[in-house]
């Protein structure tokens, strides 16, 4: 099974090229039974012919995958790699790199750290800032929360079990909620003013509590994933300097916007953050999986994270440069997954970054403009980012879903009649619904 097989090697990549080469068709979900029946005895204790589980993934499952990188994907975050990186993302994964530690890893890690640089810089966080990369923005948050957590109990001399809470917006992503539900911190829920939190609604909300003494830190966001808003983050950074908070900014989708300077300004006073979260696989052009995870201190990170074990023992040295990813976050082995981004920066350049996601907000207000123009749409919001949000007049939840389902590929199922319009070809651009 280790030997190199020039067929099989021929046969993936041509699939490769394939892949890079055509421009994939947005795709439909399959159905569960129909999938079971292709699956069905496919692996027992004798092999198959690879070109015959090409085929079967090539035909049978790839098509059920949306293509999020296929230009017709309007919904959820898209996610679209480019060329450089996703070549990269298989060198990655045939050179076995174990990126848990600067003694396995170092030249990898360099170059991970050389990409974290980058966004620190952008960020304008201070020169001893650093982390890691994390599957995801979740995996990202939980780490950096329970950072922020571990110092604060640390700082204030309290028990591993004494009551800390942790001042979010109402608008703050799922996967915060979660993390401190996980880690056992209370939320102190703010809402927000027109869907931001702005630093004189956290300093009321922390005046107007009863005993704001274990509240130890604020998340904010910089891009919400509904409507793309930057919070207040100078407003918020400021009273966080004043009550002693944590500042975290989960910039999982929009810190892309860093690099835009368009929009750049929306991000003032993130260079106080304590802990920041930047999603590469959403708006910089990485394949899946890949989070960067950044500490202003990254003490910290190493005071929370740093697992014990005899058998690690000789990945931690008295020598901060020899930097062990591992320490940074909730997680112990890791796929290198910072690298693809590297070589694709490498390649193209930031102009090139700052070029197509310029290009991506400039869609955005042009999405706009047409909306506003549109009799029958209603525009929800200016977007700020690269979220638009609008509205089909006359229609509800109800009869929107309807005709979404009216679109897509299987038609209508268990739903009564798509709302007035035929049933076309999912992949003809005339399927778009204009005015009834
Ligand atoms: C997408 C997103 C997350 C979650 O990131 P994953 O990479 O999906 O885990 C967290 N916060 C914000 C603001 C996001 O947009």
């Known amino acids: 099974m280790h030997s190199y097989d020039p067929a099989l090697t021929d046969l993936v990549l041509g699939a490769l090229r394939d892949r890079l080469l055509n421009r994939p068709a947005l795709n439909h979900p399959g159905e569960a039974d129909k999938?079971?029946?292709?699956?069905?005895?496919?692996?027992?204790?004798?092999?198959?012919?690879?070109?015959?589980?090409?085929?079967?993934?090539?035909?049978?499952?790839?098509?059920?995958?949306?293509?999020?990188?296929?230009?017709?994907?309007?919904?959820?975050?898209?996610?679209?790699?480019?060329?450089?990186?996703a070549l990269f993302d298989m060198l990655v994964s045939c050179s076995s790199i174990q990126g848990v530690s600067w003694l396995l890893a170092s030249g990898p890690i360099a170059a991970e750290n050389q990409v974290l640089r980058l966004l620190a810089d952008l960020a304008g966080m201070p020169r001893s800032a650093g982390g890691c990369f994390?599957?995801?923005?979740?995996?990202?948050?939980?780490?950096?929360?329970?950072?922020?957590r571990d110092t604060a109990r640390l700082r204030r001399s309290l028990g591993p079990y004494d009551r800390v809470r942790?001042?979010?917006?109402?608008?703050?992503?799922?996967?915060?909620?979660?993390?401190?539900?996980?880690?056992?911190?209370?939320?102190?829920?703010?809402?927000?003013?027109?869907?931001?939190?702005?630093?004189?609604?956290l300093r009321t909300a922390l005046r107007a509590d009863a005993d704001p003494s274990d509240i130890i830190g604020v998340a904010a966001t910089a891009g919400t994933t509904n409507a793309g808003i930057v919070d207040d983050l100078a407003g918020i950074a400021s009273v966080a300097r004043d009550f002693d908070l944590w500042l975290h900014v989960d910039g999982a989708y929009g810190g892309a916007g860093l690099l835009a300077p368009s929009v750049?300004?929306?991000?003032?006073?993130?260079?106080?953050?304590?802990?920041?979260v930047i999603d590469p696989h959403k708006?910089?052009?990485?394949?899946?999986?890949?989070?960067?995870?950044?500490?202003?201190?990254?003490?910290?990170?190493?005071?929370?994270?740093?697992?014990?074990?005899?058998?690690?023992?000789?990945l931690h040295t008295d020598d901060d440069a020899q930097w062990n990813p591992s320490d940074y976050a909730h997680h112990l082995s890791r796929r290198a997954r910072g690298l693809p981004l590297w070589f694709s920066l490498a390649v193209h350049g930031t102009r090139a970054?700052?070029?197509?996601?310029?290009?991506?907000?400039?869609l955005a207000r042009d999405a706009a403009a047409i909306i506003r123009s549109a009799p029958h749409l209603e525009l929800v919001r200016e977007p700020e980012l690269s979220a638009v949000l609008f509205r089909r007049i006359?229609?509800?939840?109800?009869?929107?879903?309807?005709?979404?389902?009216?679109?897509?590929?299987?038609?209508?199922?268990?739903?009564?009649?798509?709302?007035?319009?035929?049933?076309?070809?999912?992949?003809?651009?005339?399927?778009?619904?204009?005015?009834?």
């Open 35 to 85: 999938l079971d029946r292709v699956l069905a005895g496919l692996i027992g204790p004798d092999g198959n012919d690879p070109a015959e589980v090409l085929r079967l993934w090539t035909e049978q499952l790839a098509p059920t995958a949306i293509a999020v990188d296929s230009p017709r994907f309007l919904s959820f975050v898209p996610a679209a790699p480019t060329q450089a990186a």
């Open 134 to 148: 994390v599957p995801g923005g979740s995996a990202g948050n939980l780490s950096a929360l329970v950072t922020a």
């Open 166 to 201: 942790f001042a979010v917006s109402d608008q703050a992503h799922s996967s915060i909620g979660n993390a401190l539900r996980i880690i056992g911190v209370q939320p102190l829920v703010i809402p927000a003013e027109d869907h931001r939190l702005t630093g004189p609604a």
């Open 264 to 276: 750049r300004h929306r991000y003032d006073g993130i260079e106080h953050a304590d802990s920041l």
């Open 283 to 314: 708006w910089l052009f990485a394949p899946f999986d890949c989070a960067a995870l950044l500490y202003r201190d990254p003490r910290t990170a190493r005071a929370a994270h740093t697992q014990d074990a005899s058998y690690l023992d000789a």
């Open 353 to 362: 970054y700052t070029k197509a996601i310029e290009n991506a907000l400039t």
């Open 394 to 436: 006359g229609w509800t939840p109800r009869t929107t879903r309807d005709g979404q389902l009216a679109f897509s590929p299987a038609g209508p199922r268990s739903s009564p009649r798509p709302v007035g319009r035929a049933r076309r070809s999912p992949d003809s651009p005339s399927s778009i619904p204009g005015p009834a």
